[in-house]
Each structure stands twice: as structure tokens, then as C-alpha cells.
């Protein structure tokens, strides 16, 4: 069985009112249409039926004596006859039986009585009772007629008829010219109240268009600039109070993001200078520690372990400091240094270091033949992937195989990856869960694409939408032989730092299959 097609429905509101008036418009017209035409055909048809009661049985009487009235003497036989109507039908009916039957066509009942009349017809005129009252009757040789039927002197029945014809052509014609009236009304009242309900909500329109702008803002972080309010009108209509309620709200989101960014300037510069300030005394103390491990005299083993920790635990300190530093001022929007970079020569390096760190892994490598390039921070982008590299090592077993894969990718194949639905967020290179952060990557000159991809267990799913956010760990999925903890702060640097060089970065896991894919635009590189 096939569905039941709906009708299209008008989608905006100006397009539900213009249609909403013109069917009522419509309705109204139909209304009154039938009205006209129900009351035209009933006056008429009482006209007719009133004629018809003038007329009497004179005409079927003379039918039966040859055109002579009964007790009509006076010379004139045809006097009464000659007055009635062209069209005038009559018939004398005897035991149910039609015995006699005329029709007037020119006006002179002489000139042509005769009419054919089918079986049919004759049951219908037996059919009329003879209660002197009109009735409808259709004789398939004359149409529609207006009969009545009166018992005569002889016990037949006389049957007297007008047509239907003049009246029903006066109902079609009436029915006509109102159909041109009200569809041309209705075209007209189409267009004129589209164009009224447009210029009436004009002011609506007005929000509707700074809430789409206030929508195309980016209020996540950063200094936020409200559009200009939306005009206000009459605060007593609808459209009033919805643009000055949408004024008033605006205004409340505001001062909302206007505090935000103050209380987020308030900790980062309060995140640059507790890092700044510990720098010295954390070196301090990693100083002290490792001093006193070179003293020459003996030392207790347990004040050698002490030691031993301290200098550790200062060192990890010292480093987890310094990465919140570099995200204070990357947050801060502290440019970095900008050169050629060699991706090629710094994906060789950070996986011989990471080989050195873990042997337990197996390590590959897909390059391409031609060394890739992009404007960067060398130091900074080494540091991603080593983080990449170490995230790869540390939450994934002994014996996982990663792999690092370098490709370039021209903007054409950017945007048609990107209308595929490739690197985003709904999915990735292998299909599962992805994560995306940063802007999109992409110039004139093409994209590099830096990806690594572990065959381990994959990132825990309530961990994947903020996995890209500071402090974020996972340390139930270290090896059981991995020593030490981050403190989750290496894929928000990661972000952070792809972010700064224009890129972005995507993670796709699932059980058995990981990728973080780093996108960074190739652009124009200067040596100096």
C-alpha cells in the first residue's frame, strides 16, 4: 500500500498568513457563490412554478378535443391557447396511459402539437402524482421539466409542464461569471496581502536577521561585539516586545561575556605569572637536590632515595610549569616564531627519539619522496609530535605498532574531503569516534597532513570529547611498567600549538585503531 502524500506546507510565517487569508478568502467567496446560486435557482424555479399554475389544464384539455376548450363557443377556439408560453408542454393520461401529448415551439398550438416521447418518459409522466403540486421531470426528447399533474372531468389525469431550460441557463450563467469574479478576487487578494504581510512584518524580520548574526558569532572565548540591537517599535504590539525583550537579552548576554573575558584575562595572567615565579624556586630545589647526590662522603640509601625523588619530582615540575607557561601565552595570543620548517627531518627525529624511549613498540614510517616544508616554530612543532609520539608509547602496551604518515594534500582535495565528511568530528579516516579542535587548515598552497596511528586499545569513550582539554588523563590505560604520571597537559598543548600555526587537529579512535591527524596549511615560507 502506498503512503498517503501530504501536501506541501507553507515553511515561513509570511508564507502561513498570505496562505491562511486567501483560504479564508476562498472560503468566503464559495460561501456566498452558493448562497447566490441556491437562492437564484429557487426564486426562479418559484416564477416558473407560479406560470405554471396560470397556465392550469387548459392546454392539455384542448389536446384532447383537438384545440377546442370545453364550453368554449364564443368563435375563438384557439383564444387561450395562443397565449402561452414557447415550450409549453402537455399530456392527458388515461388508467396510467398517455393518450394525448403536445408541445408548444413557435407560440401557435397548431403548428406543431406532435412529440416523440420514449417508454421512459411515459412511466415518468404516470409517475407524477396528481396532487396539483409542481414537480421535476426529465423527458429525455425535452430536458428538465416543471410538471404538474390535476385529475380531469373524465378520470384521466392532465398534465401541464414549463422547462427548466431558461432557469438553469440563468443558475449557469450566474455560476460562471461569480467563478471569474472570485478567482480574479483571489489572485488580487493573494498578491496585495503578500505584500501587506510582508511590509507588517518587516520589524520582525529586523530581529530575525540580528539573531541570525548574534548566531554566526564565535562566543567560545575571546573579546565578543555584539550586532547592533534590533529596532524597536510600537512597545505594544507583538513585534515590539519580542525586539525589546531580544534587546534586553542581548544586552544580559553582554555583560556576561564581557565578565567572562575579564575573569579568563584574570587567570591567564594569573596561570603566566605563577609559572614565571616558580621557575626559580622549582631550579632551586632540583639544584639542591642534585648537589647533595654528588657529595663524596657517605650518604644514607634512604637519604640517597629522598634525593633521588625530590630531584625527580622538580624536574617533572619544572617541565609541567614550563608547558603552562607556553599555554598562558599562546592563550594570550603571543605570536611564535615563524621559518621554514622541515616536517620530513622533524618526523625522522622524533621517532628515532621515541624508538630510543620505547623499544618494547614497533615503529614505522610512511613519508613522502619529496621533503615537506611548512611556516613554523620548529621547537614548538617538534614538541607536538614528540607528545603525539609519547601519548602513543604511554597508554598503549608493549608490542603495539604506531605509525607516522606524512602526506601534502592540494586545496582541491581539502575542500572535497571536507564535503565528504572526512576529518570531521562525525568521522574520520577509520570510522568510530572522532574529536576535532582547532580552526580549519587549509590555503591556496595545500595542506599537510601529519597522522599517528596505534593499533592499541584506543582512548576510553568518556574521555574522547575532552581529550583535547588541560589536565585530561587516562592513567588506568598506562602499561602496568610505566613509571610516573603527566599531568595531562601534552594534547592540550598539542592543540594549543596547532591552533597557532593556522591547523587543527582530529582524533579518531576506537577499539584496535587510534589516529591523531594534525592538518597544518603549507602557505609561502621564507628562510630569514
Not at 206 to 226: F, K, Y
Not at 316 to 328: F, S
Not at 473 to 486: L, Y
Request: charged fraction near 25%; proline fraction near 6%; charge should be negative.
Amino acid at each position: 500500500m502506498s503512503p498517503v502524500r501530504q501536501l506541501p506546507r507553507p515553511r515561513t510565517l509570511r508564507a502561513r498568513l498570505t496562505f491562511g487569508l486567501v483560504v479564508l478568502l476562498a472560503v468566503s467567496c464559495a460561501a456566498v457563490g452558493l448562497a447566490a446560486v441556491v437562492e437564484l435557482n429557487g426564486f426562479l424555479t418559484q416564477r416558473l412554478d407560479e406560470q405554471l399554475a396560470q397556465v392550469g389544464t387548459r392546454f392539455p384539455e384542448s389536446l384532447e378535443h383537438k384545440g377546442v376548450l370545453p364550453d368554449d363557443h364564443d368563435g375563438d377556439e384557439h383564444g387561450d391557447t395562443r397565449r402561452l408560453a414557447t415550450g409549453t408542454f402537455g399530456a392527458r393520461l388515461l388508467n396510467g396511459r398517455v393518450t394525448h401529448k403536445g408541445l408548444i415551439r413557435s407560440g401557435d398550438p397548431s403548428a406543431d402539437l406532435d412529440v416523440d416521447l420514449t417508454t421512459a418518459d411515459r412511466a415518468r409522466l404516470a409517475s407524477v402524482p396528481a396532487d396539483g403540486r409542481p414537480h421535476t421531470v426529465g423527458l429525455s426528447a425535452l430536458g428538465d421539466y416543471r410538471v404538474v399533474a390535476s385529475a380531469g372531468r373524465d378520470r384521466d389525469v392532465l398534465i401541464s409542464g414549463l422547462p427548466l431550460e431558461p432557469v438553469e441557463a440563468t443558475v449557469h450563467r450566474l455560476e460562471l461569471v461569480a467563478g471569474i469574479v472570485f478567482g480574479l478576487a483571489l489572485v488580487v487578494t493573494g498578491v496585495a496581502g503578500a505584500l501587506w504581510v510582508r511590509w507588517s512584518l518587516r520589524p520582525l524580520s529586523r530581529v530575525a536577521d540580528t539573531a541570525t548574526r548574534v548566531s554566526e558569532l564565535p562566543l567560545a572565548s575571546g573579546v565578543v561585539a555584539l550586532p547592533a540591537r534590533a529596532p524597536e517599535t510600537d512597545p505594544r504590539g507583538e513585534v515590539g516586545r519580542v525586539a525589546g525583550a531580544f534587546n534586553r537579552m542581548l544586552g544580559h548576554v553582554e555583560d556576561a561575556l564581557t565578565k567572562r573575558h575579564a575573569s579568563e584575562e584574570r587567570l591567564r595572567s594569573f596561570a603566566a605569572d605563577a609559572s614565571h615565579e616558580l621557575r626559580t624556586p622549582v631550579a632551586s630545589v632540583r639544584g639542591h637536590a642534585e648537589l647533595a647526590l654528588l657529595h663524596p662522603g657517605p650518604v644514607p640509601a634512604e637519604v640517597t632515595r629522598a634525593l633521588e625523588r625530590i630531584a625527580a619530582e622538580s624536574s617533572r615540575m619544572g617541565e609541567m610549569v614550563d608547558d603552562l607557561l607556553l599555554l598562558a601565552r599562546l592563550d594570550a595570543g603571543r605570536p611564535l616564531e615563524r621559518g621554514p620548517v622541515d616536517l620530513t627531518r622533524l618526523v625522522l627525529d622524533a621517532v628515532t627519539d621515541a624508538r630510543a624511549a620505547g623499544p618494547g613498540h614497533r615503529w614505522t614510517l610512511d613519508l613522502p619522496e619529496e621533503p615537506v616544508t611548512v611556516p613554523g616554530d620548529t621547537y614548538r612543532l617538534h614538541q607536538v609530535l614528540a607528545n603525539l609520539l609519547a601519548n602513543a608509547r604511554l597508554h598503549t602496551p608493549t608490542g603495539t605498532k604506531v605509525t607516522v604518515t606524512l602526506e601534502t594534500e592540494t586545496a582541491g582535495e581539502v575542500a572535497r574531503m571536507a564535503a565528504d565528511g572526512d576529518s570531521t568530528s562525525e568521522g574520520g579516516e577509520v570510522p568510530g569516534t572522532g574529536t576535532e579542535t582547532g580552526t580549519g587548515a587549509g590555503t591556496g598552497a595545500g595542506t599537510a597532513r601529519l597522522s599517528v596511528h596505534d593499533d592499541g586499545p584506543g582512548v576510553p569513550e568518556e574521555l574522547r570529547p575532552g581529550v583535547f582539554e588541560r589536565f585530561t588523563r587516562a592513567e588506568h590505560r598506562r602499561r602496568p611498567d610505566a613509571s610516573g604520571g603527566g599531568a595531562g597537559l601534552g594534547l592540550s598543548i598539542v592543540a594549543a600549538v596547532v591552533e597557532a600555526h593556522g591547523g587543527r587537529v582530529v582524533l579518531d579512535s576506537r577499539p584496535g585503531a587510534t589516529t591523531f591527524t594534525v592538518l597544518l596549511p603549507l602557505g609561502e615560507v621564507s628562510s630569514g
